[in-house]
T-cell receptor
């Protein structure tokens, strides 16, 4: 069974600074996909970024980028130029061949003015 | 284009009552998922459907929980009888028939069992 671990329950960052959220996972599969979802206080689950395991290039979406280390089974999210609207719970998630998303416990990020 | 639509947004009911949560997936999506989110357990997959057929219900906690998908545009999650420990946010999500497509989530139903 796959597991996803987010070791930082809470983090905070000053507006305009950069923050990195950690995620590790465990799987025996070779082809899979990784995602970061954001859940603001409105409780919507919003896709932030995704990474295909077969791609070596790290995914980037505007201020959001990942550091994907397949051998280490690590998938961290970097948020540059943090904004107040980035305050949310962030979930790392894994999906393999069975389509079942496995989520980490989440990291609560607070962006301070 | 409409996203995944869930109803109701909030539900408060007394223990022992039947609860029905509803979901309309995005048109054209072949997979539908039901999740439960609690502080203690995080996000858990309860059941998922492919082309209206239940594929994996191993996450359904008890026989009190049941889910159906009578057609491609509608699914229900039913709890009967409900218990206080069922209080949680229940999400529905859908995706296209490709593993690399992300799941799109509805806004969730916050269920409170008194």
């Amino acid at each position: 069974a796959q597991t996803v671990t987010q070791s930082q329950p809470e983090m905070s960052v000053q507006e305009a600074e950069t923050v990195t959220l950690s995620c590790t996972y465990d799987t025996s599969e070779n082809n899979y996909y990784l995602f970061w979802y954001k859940q603001p206080p409105s409780r919507q689950m919003i896709l932030v970024i995704r990474q295909e395991a077969y791609k070596q290039q790290n995914a980037t979406e505007n201020r959001f980028s990942v550091n994907f280390q397949k051998a280490a089974k690590s998938f961290s999210l970097k948020i540059s130029d943090s904004q107040l609207g980035d305050t949310a719970m962030y979930f790392c998630a894994f999906v393999g061949s069975n389509y079942k998303l496995t989520f980490g416990k989440g990291t609560l990020l607070t962006v301070n003015p | 284009d409409a996203g995944v639509i869930q109803s109701p947004r909030h539900e408060v009911t007394e223990m022992g009552q039947e609860v029905t949560l509803r979901c309309k997936p995005i048109s054209g999506h072949d997979y539908l998922f039901w999740y439960r989110q609690t502080m203690m357990r995080g996000l858990e997959l309860l059941i998922y459907f492919n082309n209206n057929v239940p594929i994996d219900d191993s996450g359904m906690p008890e026989d009190r929980f049941s889910a159906k998908m009578p057609n491609a545009s509608f699914s229900t999650l039913k709890i009967q009888p409900s218990e206080p420990r069922d209080s949680a946010v229940y999400f529905c999500a859908s995706t296209m028939d490709r593993v690399n497509q992300p799941q799109h989530f509805g806004d969730g139903t916050r269920l409170s069992i008194l």
